[in-house]
């Protein structure tokens, strides 16, 4: 069992910038992929980005250049840069990763607020 833990999440202003780390309680590259969703009031868990054991990334469409996933494999740590927030962003995100496609693992979320 991967545990996840998240941090980072807070209250910012529309226009700024949040960084959201994950910290996994293995090696990732033991991981076929980690990556970000999130979930806001009412709406169901979307994805937001993915990045690979390989490190390729994805991204879904309404990120558009405002975000980026990367990774620190010495900490076992994927962060989640998020710039030119908007108030629609808000929500609570939750780390997940995958070993395989039998295996996945969620993270406790962590909530983002942006204020207009």
């Known amino acids: 069992q991967v545990q996840l833990v998240e941090s980072g999440g807070g209250l910012v202003q529309a226009g700024g910038s949040l960084r959201l780390s994950c910290a996994a309680s293995e090696n990732i590259f033991t991981l076929s992929a980690m990556g970000w969703y999130r979930q806001a009031p009412g709406k169901q868990r979307e994805w937001v980005a993915t990045i690979s054991s390989g490190g390729s990334t994805n991204y879904a469409e309404f990120v558009n250049g405002r975000a980026s996933i990367s990774r620190d494999t010495a900490k076992n740590t994927v962060y989640l840069q998020m710039n030119s927030l908007k108030p629609e962003d808000t929500a609570v995100y939750y780390c997940?990763?995958?070993?395989?496609?039998?295996?996945?693992?969620w993270g406790q979320g962590t909530q983002v607020t942006v204020s207009s």
């Open positions: 997940h990763a995958r070993r395989g496609y039998q295996y996945e693992f």
